[in-house]
């Protein structure tokens, strides 16, 4: 049983930590159990952004602000339980942008890595490096810290996709650094395909040596992982929490494909139904094919094609479709694991 504390004791106390306060010091016994909890404790709620909603505000966002006077012309997908900080988990950034027909996003460069999840149209561009490669709906596509990145779209219709990024994660370390390029588009010096010829089929160059913790293949296309996915479900193997999850990986390295950021992709079969599963990584989930809902920590989120949405760390989470569904997803697994922090559970809520 605890033991209460007189009022004399208290007043004492009180006057203690105002006296220590003054040489900046205060006592970890009154912040104990609020900084070790026994659980994750998190401000981030699931959450779901319908696409047809956000897809309205970002074209009238296109006609009050062009992509170069905004620099990045980005509606954020904030979570509703980390108001005003620009934050859709804890830990990572997410933001829908477009780019209109003739437009250029500038050149800059930044320690942030970048995922681009291509949401809709078709052979726009983004170039990293040196090389330019056409976006098209379902890819996934790199930007490394501290690699000059610009977009551009000389297509007829917009580009719009979804941005992650490792903003918060930088933020915690004070480890920002960002600049611009003299130029508003890099000088292309590679041709296009060529970082996935190099790199992205399933050979190296022989003395190619990186330790480089981001993959050198920066798009991965959806046809060859909608294929891929396609062609392993005639397996008929299904696993009760996840259905077919694969995770993009650093060919070099067999690890994850960015040292901060976790991406996948799963296909669940038309009536799955999975098993619960919680896991230390808030997860944000792109909808690319079918419709279903999830349930997290009791909320239920019914979804579509180019829906997002949120898991945050630890709650039960559950899926069940209605057509074969694909979901993209992402999330800071590969920091924590790296930190020895990630933690998963199988199994039905206490
Ligand atoms: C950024 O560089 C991009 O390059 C998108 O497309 C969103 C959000 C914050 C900081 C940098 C981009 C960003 C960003």
Redesign the pocket.
């Known amino acids: 049983m605890a033991q209460s504390t007189s009022p004399d004791d208290a007043d004492r106390r009180r006057a203690f930590y105002k006296r220590i306060a003054d040489q900046d010091l205060t006592p970890l016994w009154e912040v104990l159990s609020a900084i070790i909890t026994r659980q994750p404790k998190s401000d981030c709620v699931p959450n779901l952004w319908r696409y047809e909603t956000a897809r309205e505000y970002l074209m009238e966002a296109g006609e009050l602000i062009t992509a170069r006077e905004a620099?990045?012309r980005?509606l954020?997908l904030e979570n509703p339980g980390l108001r005003g900080t620009?934050r859709v988990t804890t830990s990572l950034?997410a933001?829908l942008?477009l780019v209109l027909p003739g437009e250029v996003?500038p050149a800059?460069r930044?320690s942030?890595s970048?995922l681009?999840f291509i949401v809709e149209g078709s052979g726009g561009h983004?170039a990293v490096d040196g090389e330019r490669t056409p976006m098209e709906v379902g890819d996934f596509v790199i930007?490394p810290p501290w690699t000059f990145?610009?977009?551009g779209n000389h297509t007829s219709d917009p580009m719009i996709w979804l941005?992650g990024?490792d903003?918060p994660i930088v933020s915690f370390f004070d480890a920002s650094f960002?600049e611009g390029h003299p130029d508003d588009e890099q000088p292309v010096t590679r041709g296009a395909g060529d970082s996935q010829a190099r790199f992205g089929a399933n050979m190296l160059p022989v003395d190619y040596d990186s330790r480089s913790p981001v993959s050198p293949v920066f798009n991965y296309p959806y046809a060859r992982t909608r294929e891929a996915l396609e062609t392993m479900r005639r397996q008929d193997e299904w696993d009760p929490c996840h259905g077919l999850k694969m995770r993009y990986i650093n060919p070099n390295t067999g690890g994850f494909a960015m040292p901060t950021i976790a991406t996948f992709m799963q296909l669940l079969p038309k009536g799955f139904e999975t098993a619960p599963y919680r896991a230390t990584d808030a997860t944000v989930f792109a909808v690319v094919e079918g419709n279903g809902v999830t349930v997290v920590d009791g909320v239920e989120m019914a979804w579509g094609p180019k829906d997002i949405f949120v898991a945050p760390s630890w709650k039960w989470i559950t899926h069940r479709v209605d057509d074969d569904a694909v979901l993209f997803s992402f999330s800071d697994r590969v920091a924590q694991q790296k930190l020895g922090l990630w933690r998963e559970e199988r199994g039905k809520p206490e």
Do not use: K, M, N
Request: aromatic share 4%; hydrophobic share 30%.
């Open positions: 620099e990045r980005v954020i620009s950034y933001g942008q996003a800059h930044h942030q970048a681009r983004t930007t990145h610009d977009h941005d990024l903003i960002a």
